[in-house]
């Protein structure tokens, strides 16, 4: 019996039970026993010696267990003896026994006695049977209330415990969208800055725009004026190669030049000064002339190439927007074409500085035919040159 009688006990237990009512038996199984439905709870008389020295007994019944097959009720399990069945002497003790199907005494409780005043009892309902009425003492049914409340106040602690939980997973999400929320407004300034950059560019280009678009009016006034000046510098050359020959046709030249070669060299040496001092003075005006129409198309070109060359360095620094630099190269192609050539030979002036520019006009600068204006390049050798002359006299 000592090595069993700690595995059950019994709870709640009063001090004095009524006499003549029936009274509840609670007990908790305290270290694992094999339990059956041949167990069974008796009252003894204090001083019993062996099992079968019981006053009454009734089957224990298999106490209730949770989910995870322990007691978590504060009861594992309850009996009731009928008032019929219990003791009528007031004057000992008794204690209830729970004793195993091998009849071994698996708990034993404190000692009570019957016959407690009335005044001290009251009447419950049993809660396992609402039809039956139980008798209990106040100081229990206040122990009662107060095991209630402790498990109410255990429940209310952990629903606290998960409301502050669930608090700080809000103040934990509400953080994050705060956080959130303050990167969306800095990402809206942003957009918003972006959008005004975007705005003043916008502007900026527009105005880049209509100055290309002015310059562009301008350049083709340029070209206008250049063409102009060409026409009239072919005009004036024209009329330089066909005012000599008139002056030598209405002088005589060509008869005076005829008797030259074909007159010995003594004879009609008068006609022949004569003839002479015409054609020098035609050269002379015709050089004078020429040297005139050198330094007006040397000046003219010059000036031209220079302000292309403005129009298209600030058209193309300026303006980001014209695409790309292929594109943009074949957009000036043309525009430059009319402007680089030389309106003598035709030569491109681009990439060619203006000594060099100056010094090719005046390479145009050469010896002229006084008969048929011909021009011939500084440097011509001047035996071609009368032989060139001569061509015509013969």
Same mark, same amino acid.
């Given at each position: ?80 003896? @009928?008032?019929?069945?219990? @003791? ?49 003492? #106040? ?59 975007? #705005? ?15 310059? %562009? ?12 000046? %060409?026409?009239?510098?072919?005009? *004036? ?11 030598? +046709? ?45 330094? %007006? ?16 360095? *600030?058209?193309?620094?300026?303006? @980001? ?6 594109? #943009? ?40 035919? @006084? ?9 011509? +050798? ?13």
């Amino acid at each position: 019996m000592t090595d069993t009688i700690h595995q059950v006990s019994f709870v709640d237990v009063n001090e004095s039970y009524p006499l003549g009512s029936s009274i509840q038996c609670r007990y908790i199984i305290k270290e694992p026993i094999t339990l059956s439905n041949k167990d069974w709870i008796g009252i003894y008389r204090v001083g019993w010696r062996s099992y079968d020295n019981y006053e009454t007994y009734t089957w224990a019944h298999l106490p209730v267990r949770g989910s995870d097959g322990v007691g978590v009720m504060d009861h594992d399990g309850i009996v009731t003896f @009928p008032a019929d069945s219990l @003791p009528k002497d007031s004057k000992d003790f008794y204690q209830f026994c729970y004793v195993s199907s091998a009849n071994e005494i698996c708990g034993v409780s404190t000692p009570f006695q019957f016959g407690t005043s009335v005044d001290e009892l009251v009447e419950v309902q049993d809660p396992d049977d609402p039809t039956t009425l139980v008798i209990k003492t #106040r100081s229990h049914i206040l122990e009662e209330q107060v095991t209630a409340l402790k498990k109410e106040r255990i429940e209310l602690q952990k629903e606290t415990h998960l409301l502050h939980l669930e608090l700080d997973a809000e103040r934990k999400s509400k953080g994050q969208l705060m956080t959130q929320l303050q990167e969306l407004s800095e990402q809206q300034d942003q957009l918003e800055q972006e959008r005004n950059s975007n #705005r003043i560019l916008n502007e900026q280009i527009k105005e880049l725009q209509d100055t290309l678009q002015a310059e %562009r009016k301008s350049n083709e006034q340029l070209h206008q004026q250049i063409r102009g000046m %060409r026409d009239e510098l072919m005009t *004036e050359r024209k009329a330089l190669q066909d005012s000599p020959r008139q002056q030598l +046709e209405d002088s005589g030249i060509n008869n005076i030049s005829l008797r030259i070669s074909n007159t010995d060299e003594g004879d009609d040496k008068e006609a022949a000064a004569a003839a002479l001092s015409v054609s020098a003075s035609a050269e002379d005006d015709n050089e004078a002339r020429q040297l005139s129409f050198t330094e %007006r198309i040397t000046g003219s070109v010059l000036n031209q190439l220079k302000k292309a060359s403005d129009w298209f360095s *600030e058209d193309f620094e300026t303006d @980001p927007t014209q695409g790309t630099e292929s594109q #943009r190269s074949v957009a000036t192609n043309k525009e430059e074409q009319s402007l680089r050539l030389c309106p003598v030979c035709d030569v491109d002036f681009f990439d060619i500085s203006e000594q060099d520019i100056a010094t090719h006009v005046d390479g145009h600068n050469g010896p002229v035919c @006084p008969i048929c204006y011909m021009q011939f390049d500084k440097g011509y +050798e001047e035996s071609k040159v009368a032989a060139h002359v001569n061509s015509h006299l013969e």
